[in-house]
């Protein structure tokens, strides 16, 4: 069985931490990253060290990997390299080590971004052209775990988002933080001007659509997944997980405004570079293949999450300034 001993990369990220504590109780778990945990003790690891990654592998003799560890943060300046180190070699190094070790199992976490824009809803067939480097090295690492002849289950995550609330509370903390629901949380109730880029898209209100998903359904996909791969001896399955909700920026607004009952102080700026007018996802085959559909994704539950979150990080780290909630 499968479960028996599985090992997370990525472990001290904001998805890699979540999962962690919604899996704990159920799968013997081994924790990978580069960098600390706050929460719990890691195997410090750098993926591209590979005579330290195989001494690991060989020694926690995991039968499952989940593959979260990437360079994660969609931003053109960071340098190429950066990209193509930590996504390609780092998931190249990890795939021959696990054939090595006699691994043969793994699910890893992708991203919507690897599609071409479309106006509906996207579906696992459709065509694939990524605009930003971070997109074309998830699809570089896609095609990689494909042909690796390992069971492979890759999850095409949309719009991760919000808090776990149990059994731990916790949630995102990048520095700099990009992402529309936090950013926007955090600066309505301190009443910080909200940046939206661009309100001439081609939705109903101009500004963007996307599907949020809320944390705890990314974790239940993947515990889903995990049952999924005891069943079968030989798989290669792509599967889009999102929430099934279309939301422009401006409706995210609105509701964090309904919810905190504060006005948001918002400013129309222009376009970001690569953002499209919508992006959202058919979870028709996560439904047939994992039985997985999204509890918790309902914007209520989302924001109350995040403003749970964020009130327990200030009540928590008193000292913190949150320049990163106060970024573009």
Request: charged share 25%.
């Amino acid at each position: 069985m499968l479960n028996s001993n599985i090992l997370i990369t990525g472990a001290s990220g904001y998805i890699g931490s979540c999962v962690y504590f919604f899996l704990k109780e159920k799968y013997k778990l081994h924790v990978v990253d580069k960098n600390k945990n706050h929460y719990f003790k890691v195997n410090q690891c750098d993926l591209l060290n590979k005579d330290k990654l195989n001494n690991l592998l060989s020694r926690l003799k995991p039968k499952l990997i989940i593959h979260l560890a990437a360079q994660s943060l969609v931003d053109e300046t960071i340098n190429k390299k950066k990209y193509y180190k930590n996504n390609v070699l780092a998931t190249k190094n990890l795939i021959e080590l696990m054939k090595k070790n006699s691994i043969n199992n793994i699910i890893f976490s992708s991203t919507a971004a690897v599609y071409k824009f479309k106006n509906k809803p996207l579906i696992e067939s459709d065509k694939i052209n990524p605009k930003s480097t971070y997109a074309l090295t998830k699809h570089l690492c896609e095609k990689m775990l494909l042909k690796s002849k390992l069971n492979v289950v890759i999850l095409r995550f949309f719009n991760v988002c919000s808090a776990l609330k149990n059994p731990k509370l916790i949630g995102e903390f990048h520095n700099p933080e990009t992402h529309l629901i936090p950013t926007a949380t955090y600066k309505n109730i301190f009443k910080k001007k909200i940046y939206l880029y661009g309100d001439n898209y081609l939705t109903n209100d101009g500004t963007c659509i996307r599907d949020y998903v809320h944390i705890s359904d990314i974790c239940g996909a993947l515990d889903k997944s995990i049952k999924y791969m005891n069943n079968k001896i030989k798989i290669n399955q792509i599967i889009n997980i999102g929430g099934s909700n279309k939301l422009t920026n401006l409706q995210i607004i609105r509701k964090i405004e309904t919810i905190t009952k504060i006005k948001s102080n918002f400013i129309v700026v222009k376009k970001r570079p690569g953002d499209v007018a919508t992006l959202s996802c058919s979870i028709k085959k996560a439904k047939k293949i994992l039985k997985w559909k999204p509890n918790k994704s309902n914007i209520n539950i989302i924001i109350k999450d995040e403003l749970r979150w964020i009130k327990n990080l200030i009540a928590t780290n008193k000292k913190r300034t949150f320049k990163s909630y106060l970024a573009k």
